[in-house]
């Protein structure tokens, strides 16, 4: 079975400024996808970014990038910039290669502080 | 247009009711999933249809049955619901295969489920 840990349940930071928020995982797959999802208030689930794991680049959308380090099984979230937009819960989440089951992390709270 | 519509968006019923939620999605998916958020906010899969079969199916109550008419619908029909149902149910979909968009959950806006 996969597992997400998320190992920092809130965060804050100030407008402007960057925050990285922590994910590692645990999967014995060679094939798998690795994700953060975005909750704001509306509790709509917005996806930030993907990232393949046969893939060695880290991905990036804008002012949001991974850090993806396969060996630790670690899958960090920077966020550059950070806007007042920006305060939502973000869950990581893995995906087996076809296994159609997204397994999330709990979830860090982040707060922008303006 | 929305991607992934999920109705009704709120729901308060009584204990014992049997209730539905409608999920509908218009992206000409192959897989759709019912996802149940607690009040923790702890995202779990609790069902996937791929092209209307039922391909997950996890530790889940027989009172929750899941319904596909066609690839683009997956309705959630919960019977002698119980106070520990109370929580949010996002519908979601995605495309089989490689590529960008591939193995992406597109998420419907959530049913908030409380039961009194």
């Known amino acids: 079975a996969q597992t997400v840990t998320q190992s920092q349940p809130e965060m804050s930071v100030q407008e402007a400024e960057t925050v990285t928020l922590s994910c590692t995982y645990d999967t014995s797959e060679s094939d798998y996808y690795l994700f953060w999802y975005k909750q704001p208030p509306s509790r709509q689930m917005i996806l930030v970014i993907r990232?393949?794991?046969?893939?060695?680049q880290n991905a990036t959308e804008n002012r949001f990038s991974v850090n993806f380090q396969k060996a630790a099984k670690s899958f960090s979230l920077k966020i550059s910039d950070s806007q007042l937009g920006d305060a939502a819960m973000y869950f990581c989440?893995?995906?087996?290669?076809?296994?159609?089951?997204?397994?999330f992390g709990k979830g860090t709270l982040l707060t922008v502080n303006p | 247009d929305t991607a992934v519509s999920q109705t009704p968006k709120y729901l308060v019923t009584q204990m014992g009711n049997d209730k539905s939620i409608k999920c509908e999605q218009n992206l000409g998916h192959d897989t759709m999933y019912w996802y149940k958020q607690d009040s923790k906010k702890f995202l779990k899969i609790m069902f996937s249809y791929n092209n209307k079969e039922l391909i997950i199916n996890e530790t889940v109550p027989n009172r929750f049955s899941p319904k596909s008419p066609d690839k683009a619908h997956l309705n959630l029909h919960i019977n002698s619901l119980e106070l520990g149902d109370s929580a949010v149910y996002f519908c979601a979909s995605s495309q089989d295969g490689i590529g960008t968009g591939a193995n992406v959950l597109t998420f419907g806006a959530g049913s908030r489920l409380t039961v009194l």
């Open positions: 989440a893995s995906l087996r290669g076809s296994n159609y089951k997204l397994t």
């Open positions: 990232q393949e794991a046969y893939k060695q």
